[in-house]
């Protein structure tokens, strides 16, 4: 049974650029939610995807947008990069029915130059 | 004011030590609580969910306190493994999790 599987792992973009990060979540989960790890510091909720739907969103600006699609799987989009982006990205899935567990995947670490 | 509180540390024990890290948070509202660990360069890991009568998995022992807004997790017998950071976390509402900043624990031979 594979875990929360996410792509790419690293990537290099520069300022300006726009950057799409993918997961696909554990078997049979049905939620996802995405994460913001700078260097040194805990993750910050970005945002929380549920039957193709943005369900909750955390302090984020417009530039970060997502997508679920109805296999579940999910996508992060950053537009307008800016230096203060460069960090890792986690993606985590659970049910719906317990938020609680929510189970990580590896990250794509995104370096802004 | 952070939404959720730690000491970022680092530790440093040597193994076979009792290390104590604290955590505070502040929305009344929250739901549940968690300790994660995070290995360097790796996603968290669940380590074990807090609960108000407090609870305890082999050497880890985990106590919410509400009234205080205040969760520990307690680590007997350090072994080199256990070296990594600890985060705190609560859920706010719906799997919004909130985390610290995390503590380093560092365990020496």
């Known amino acids: 049974d594979a875990g929360v599987t996410q792509s790419p792992t690293h990537l290099i973009k520069t300022r300006g650029q726009q950057v799409t990060l993918r997961c696909s979540p554990k078997?049979?989960?049905?939620?996802v939610s995405w994460y913001q790890q700078a260097l040194g510091q805990g993750p910050q909720f970005i945002f929380q995807?549920?039957?193709?739907?943005?369900?909750q969103r955390g302090n984020f600006p417009d530039r970060f947008s997502g997508h679920q699609f109805p296999n579940y799987s999910s996508e992060l989009n950053v537009n307008a990069l800016l230096l203060g982006d460069s960090a890792l990205y986690l993606c985590?899935?659970?049910?719906?029915?317990?938020?609680?567990?929510?189970?990580f995947g590896p990250g794509t670490r995104l370096t802004v130059l | 004011r952070k939404e959720v509180e730690q000491d970022p540390g680092p530790f440093n024990v040597p193994e076979g030590a009792t290390v104590a890290f604290n955590c505070t948070y502040s929305?009344?509202?929250?739901?549940?609580f968690f300790w994660y660990r995070q290995d360097c360069r790796k996603e968290p890991k669940l380590l074990m969910s807090?609960?108000?009568s407090g609870n305890e998995d082999g050497r880890f022992t985990a106590q919410l306190n509400r009234a205080s807004q205040y969760i520990s997790l307690l680590i007997r017998d350090s072994k080199l493994s256990d070296s990594a950071t600890y985060l705190c976390?609560?859920?706010?509402?719906?799997?919004?999790?909130?985390f610290g900043q995390g503590t380093e624990l560092s365990v020496k031979p």
């Open positions: 985590a899935s659970s049910f719906a029915e317990s938020y609680n567990e929510q189970f």
């Open positions: 078997s049979g989960h049905d939620t």
């Open positions: 995807y549920y039957e193709e739907e943005e369900r």
């Open positions: 929305n009344s509202a929250s739901q549940s």
């Open positions: 807090v609960y108000s």
């Open positions: 976390v609560v859920n706010l509402q719906g799997g919004k999790l909130i």
